[in-house]
Each structure stands twice: as structure tokens, then as C-alpha cells.
């Protein structure tokens, strides 16, 4: 078996016996991406120089007996994830020529770690979007099947660990931008609790609902990665201050007596048979292994779609005002004054889909609408948060599908805006009450495609969701593609 | 309610961007359904359910008032498009 398609747990064992060096391994990396980045165009930006250096670095701690699980592992970042001296695009020509002065914080303690960084994941622009086809550097192929999109928003995150490309990832996830490409791409993703994880550096898109999360080709790694990138950070006021954990500590516990919500409203209408069947089998799968399985019921999860689009777009319409052609970013060169400066840098830097969701944002918060749309999403997201806490008096985890079908194929929805945000229905309740979602393969469809079930827990309670996210696992095994599983 | 090309141009304005006339009509038409769908919940009866903008409970952070950051302007500055003299550079706002 290549090396390529080692677990960060593998090959970090294989590094400390020095079965291979990490030069070597960061060269093999880069070798498979200048080969198929090409075809799946995961990779925004590739940073040879940079990671051979941290490469070398890394090697000398594993030399000195480093003991971090990272060290040396090489990793790719969403390119909304700012990183110093390394480009960050955020998929758009506004930022096409942005070179950050900073890395953000998740990225310092990789890097703290001795991770390797190969390069800028591709996206959907600013992270809207769900099949990352709204790039200007073009749309991520799915490594399954190459007719079909990777998902989105981090659908560059998940192509590149499905298709080897990178060891680990990380994404971001507003509405569902980590969870939904897990799924599409058979991989392993955690969107964790609101304020876990660091924004600072992170390219705001939706600020109340964005959260920065691992993308790992098994839940092992997962844990791995968030003992490295979680914990309180000074410079996000919206840092939750709690007490360190180790994620990796609980997995092998099994789920004998935990309780798993199956929210009705999910498995009612407008779910794919395939995608159905998968979950449900994954949970009879725990049930064999001693989990209980109710239903339970999330009655205001049917109106998350709108609640979720009004007060996402509302918000970024508000982040991406800065984005003024004066200070970083694109520049229209056509204007003969400030107001046209603003207009036009805006108008020819944002994309179609950056500029519809500006335009919804700012028509929820305008006088006359401001109350019923946008006043309404929130108390409509206060009774989606309550849903949940109701709904978890009576479950521990809750299991839902990650989206309507397996995957869809490029250009199938881009001219369908409305249609593209109906998909979000299964993720993006979720970031509206600030919970842990954790997306792991579980079945393919009819197409060959692989389908991930979502695991929904409270605040705070990735040990717990990450443990039966393992014993799942353990019970389907992992999926591949061209492993023919 | 309708969303017309003119609708579109008043919130373009609002959001200063802007658009190429033979954008206006495929935007209208899609914010029109967009809109539309996203009216539903004007319908929902919400009670007396306060608005949630945030699930933490989100105050104002204070850090002591010392120096943290370095003098970093001149590496900020290179961000811009267009700098001169360490000044970011705009179009003239006072009429001469």
C-alpha cells in the first residue's frame, strides 16, 4: 500500500521508525499533486519551497524525539484560511494577489505542531456554496468520479484527502461546508461546536455561524486534528475559554446504552432511497453494537434553509463591506471617483454567487424588510436551538443524513441557485444552534457514490460524538475510491 | 411581492456594486424566487421568542492596555493595489 494512503497515525509511525523520512514523504505529496491536480484541481496554490523547508524542520524534531502526532504529516488549508507570505484567494479575483501578513490561528498550531503545509485548497468563492464550481480557478472534481462535483464549500479540502493529495485538510463550515464534501468525497469531517475552534484568520463569511474544522481519512485522525487545532484563543472574541481535552482518549469505548435521535423530519419526504437506506442501516449497525436508537423530533428544522440563508447572507454583507479596492484586494482601474472605486472594484472582483448572497443580505437588512426577514430568521433560529435542546433531553447523539443525494454532477445545479440552498437542509440547523456535526462514509448509492451520515451532538460533545463516529467506522470500515469497498 | 430590475439596482446601490445591464435580468428573476422562498417565514408564528443573534453569550472582550502588536504598517501598506509614501491612494473626494 502506497504511503500516500496512510492515516496521519500511520504514517507518523512510520516517519519515528524512520521507515521513511519527511522530505521524502512531503516529495512523494507533491510528486501525486503536479500529477493529478490537473484532473481534480483541489489545489488553488501549491508551496513546494515552503513545505520542503518545514519539511526539513519537521524531520529534525522527529530526529530530536518530537513527540506531536503532526509532526512532519503533510496538510492542505482552505484557501479562506490566511496563511503569512502564502497567498489566500478565497476562490475570488477580489482576493486574487492577496498575500496575508499573518497566518491565522489554526495555522500556527499546525505549523507549532510541525505539520507540513503543501498548499491553498480550492472552494466555492468566500465559501458560498455547495459544489465549489463557483471558483474563478475553476471547479474541484470529484476524485470518485470526476463527472461529479467534490461538494462545497471545502470541496477542495475533501477531493484533496480522498484523492491522496494531502494527508489531513482543513475547511470551513457556515452551513454545512465541511460535512456536505465529506460525504461527497468519502472522507472523514468535523465541523465543531461554535467556538471551539479559532476564526482568528479565518476570512469571514457568515461571523455567528463559521467554524473552522478537520478533514481526515479515518476519525482517528479527526481527533488528532482537533487536539491540535481547538482550544481558547485571545485574538477571537468569540473563543470559548474551557478546559483542554484530549479527543483521542475516548474512542474505543463503544456505544453499549448511548442513545441515538433519529429526527423524524429528516427521513420523511425529499430524501434519496440510497442515501436513506445508508444511514439507516449505519444506525442499525450501532444498534447491533448496543445503541439505542428513537426518534425524536426537530419541528422548526423545516424552515433552517430560509432562517439560515437571511441571516448568512445578512452577515456577509456586512464582513465583506471591507472589501473597499483601497486597502488589500482587487482595484477596478475604470473609476474616476471613490464612489465608483467601491462600485466597481466590487462589481468586477465579487463573483455572481458572492454578489447574489451581498445583495440578499443587504435587502434583509434594509428599512421595511429588516423586521420580517431578517428580525424573523432569528427568533425562527432561537426555536431551531431550542428544537434541538428538546430534542437532545431524550438522545445523546442525533443521526441525520448530510444531504438529499450522494452527489450531483458538475454544472447539474449552478444555474439554480434555490435549488443549490434547499440541499442545505440536513447541515445548516446546525450551525444556527452552535452544534458539533461530524459526517463519516457509511454506504455508496447506485452510482458508486459514497454517502456519509451526519452525527449531531450538544455543545462541546466531540469526545462523545468522535467515539461513535469509531465505533461506526469500525462497523462499515473506511472508503476509498478505486478501493472497489 | 415582485423583485424588479429596479429593485436590484436600489439594493446594488445600498451594497455599492456594481452590475452590468444585461446582469439585472437574470438576477431579478432569481431574487425574485429566492425572495419568495424566503418568505415563509414571515408566516411562522414566532410568539414571543426573542431574537437569537448569537448561541454564546457574546460581551465585549478587555485585554490590559499594553503594547501587543509590532509596528507592522509598512508590511499592512503592501496589501494595497495602489500605495505612494506609505499612503494608501484614493480618488480625489474634494472637488478642486
Known sequence: MSILNKTIKETSELLRARKIGVVELTREYIKKIEKDNENINCYITVCEKEALDAAEKAQKLIDEGEASPLCGIPAGIKDNICTEGIRTTCASKMLENFIPPYSATVVEKLLGQGAVVLGKLNMDEFAMGGSSENSIFGPVRNPWDNTRVAGGSSGGSAAAVSANMACFTLGSDTGGSIRQPASFCGVVGLKPTYGLVSRYGLVAFASSLDQIGPLAKDVTDCAIILNAIAGFDPMDSTSVNKEYEDYTQDLEKGVQGIRIGLPKEFFDIGLDDDVKEAVLNAVRQLEALGGKAYEVGLPSIKHSVPAYYIISSSEASANLARYDGIRYGYRSSKARDISELYRLSRGEGFGREVKRRILLGTYALSSGYHDELYKKALKVRRMIFNDFNNAFENCDVIAAPSYPVASFKIGENIQEPLKMYLGDIYTAGVNLAGLPGLVVPCGRDKNGMPIGIQLIGKAFSEKLLLRVGYALEKAVGTFRPGEGN | ?96
Open chain 2, 1 to 96: 411581492m415582485g423583485i424588479d430590475i429596479e429593485t436590484i439596482k436600489k439594493i446594488a446601490n445600498l451594497a455599492a456594486i456594481s452590475f452590468e445591464e444585461n446582469e439585472l435580468e437574470g438576477f431579478a428573476r432569481d431574487f425574485d424566487l429566492i425572495i419568495g422562498y424566503m418568505e415563509q417565514l414571515s408566516k411562522i408564528d414566532t410568539g414571543d421568542i426573542k431574537p437569537m443573534e448569537h448561541v454564546l453569550p457574546v460581551q465585549n472582550v478587555f485585554r490590559e492596555d499594553e503594547d501587543t502588536n509590532q509596528n507592522n504598517r509598512d508590511e499592512l501598506i503592501k496589501c494595497a493595489p495602489v500605495s505612494e509614501n506609505g499612503c494608501y491612494i484614493v480618488p480625489s473626494v474634494v472637488e478642486s
